[in-house]
């Protein structure tokens, strides 16, 4: 058994080699024609995995450590016999702290408070719901928008255009996968006519696929004037991305909202136990054989939760500023988008530390937006 693994496939090697041979490569350098030892390919979301790539390889399982499969013909790879397994949700939960620490930096830098604003999300599926879940906590007002789930009826929502959340949202969120055809095609879903739309002062954020947003639509409308704050994780054409984009953007970042340390880990963990399971073997793996203890373990805070607190908080754990920071000094390097991804530094989520706390409410809600707290009563 030989395995063909992207190198930043986090713990792939570890995992795979108690089934056979590793080899790693880049994951741009994944290309035909795969070696005929090849049996099993473990890839993310760079590596396109076609029939171009595979047609007449000896690969007969595929995995995927990513959420999204826009990169993956999955029909062709049906038709070829070939099993296939992705990462469903894994990095779900970076993406949404990623997006609330986006947020929250742009809430104290403007001096807003997010209770003020709506939160229009654009497709529901596990990052969109997840992102719900934590707003709707925190009191913070959403509105859907996600035009599939609607017509098959997923869900008991009250369903909104994407012209209602340009006229009635504050902040708008993208967690679409990238569709080309179809009624619901997400290819330039932000055109020029949704940007012209939008009323200045308004939040956009992508962290799903870069074309969802038409960058040269998004540049034009930010150099004619148009009041718009925007933070940008994916690009089009990336790793070749538009420095004079970046230029005018208020956060931009290397395409890492989901590289949580954690997510990672899921990520990896779910397609070895999905491997391991196609060939018939017993063995499993899990979050706490991966991942090493945080650097910050325990906080304890003495009063309850507001906006003020959970950004502290948020912070200690994740400045997004940062890679914001490492972006915009990193461009004149040849290949910094993809070396940023390789070296990215060992981001932890909320859920790495216990926040011991005396207020029950409080409690409550660091809880259920995805810190371990524990009610302690002062003494």
């Given at each position: 058994m030989k395995f063909l693994i992207d190198e930043n496939v986090l713990y792939a090697n570890k995992l795979f080699q108690c089934f056979g041979?590793?080899?790693?490569?880049?994951?741009?350098?994944?290309?035909?024609?795969?070696?005929?030892?090849?049996?099993?390919?473990?890839?993310?979301?760079?590596?396109?995995?076609?029939?171009?790539l595979l047609d007449g390889s000896q690969v007969k399982f595929v995995g995927s450590a990513t959420s999204g499969t826009d990169h993956v013909d999955k029909e062709w790879l049906q038709q070829a016999g070939i099993s296939f397994s992705a990462a469903l949700g894994c990095n779900a939960i970076a993406v949404v702290?990623?997006?609330?620490?986006?947020?929250?930096?742009?809430?104290?830098?403007?001096?807003f408070s997010l209770h003020d604003k709506v939160v229009g999300i654009i497709g529901v599926g596990h990052i969109g719901r997840e992102l719900q879940k934590r707003l709707n906590i925190f009191g913070i007002r959403t509105l859907l928008c996600d035009p599939p789930l609607a017509e098959a009826g997923i869900y008991d929502e009250n369903w909104q255009s994407l012209e209602t959340l340009v006229n009635n949202a504050d902040i708008l969120t993208f967690h679409t996968p990238l569709t080309y055809t179809g009624r619901h095609s997400t290819w330039h879903?932000?055109?020029?006519?949704?940007?012209?739309?939008?009323?200045?002062?308004?939040?956009?954020?992508?962290?799903?696929?870069?074309?969802?947003?038409?960058?040269?639509?998004?540049?034009?409308?930010?150099?004619?004037?148009?009041?718009?704050?925007?933070?940008?994780?994916?690009?089009?054409?990336?790793?070749?991305?538009?420095?004079?984009?970046?230029?005018?953007?208020?956060?931009?970042?290397?395409h890492i909202a989901g590289y949580s340390l954690e997510g990672k880990a899921r990520g990896t963990a779910q397609v070895f136990n999905s491997y391991s399971a196609h060939v018939g073997s017993e063995i499993r793996t899990n979050l706490q054989d991966l991942l090493p203890p945080p650097t910050i373990r325990y906080i304890h805070l003495s009063n309850g939760v507001d906006e003020e607190i959970l950004r502290l908080l948020a912070n200690l754990i994740y400045d997004i500023r940062k890679d914001d920071m490492h972006l915009r000094r990193s461009m004149t390097i040849p290949d910094v988008f993809d070396r940023l991804r390789k070296n990215y530094h060992?981001?932890?989520?909320?859920?790495?530390?216990?926040?011991?706390?005396?207020?029950?409410?409080?409690?409550?809600?660091?809880?259920?937006?995805?810190?371990?707290?524990n009610y302690r009563t002062c003494n």
């Open positions: 041979e590793v080899k790693s490569l880049p994951g741009r350098e994944i290309f035909a024609p795969i070696p005929k030892q090849v049996s099993a390919l473990i890839v993310r979301s760079v590596t396109k995995v076609n029939k171009a702290e990623y997006v609330l620490s986006a947020l929250l930096y742009l809430s104290q830098r403007d001096g879903l932000v055109d020029d006519s949704v940007l012209a739309a939008l009323p200045d002062g308004r939040i956009i954020i992508n962290t799903c696929r870069g074309a969802v947003i038409d960058n040269v639509a998004l540049l034009q409308a930010l150099k004619s004037g148009k009041n718009l704050n925007v933070v940008l994780d994916v690009w089009e054409l990336e790793p070749c991305i538009s420095l004079d984009l970046l230029s005018h953007i208020d956060i931009g970042t290397p060992p981001r932890r989520e909320w859920s790495s530390i216990v926040v011991e706390i005396e207020d029950y409410v409080g409690c409550s809600i660091l809880q259920n937006i995805g810190f371990r707290a």
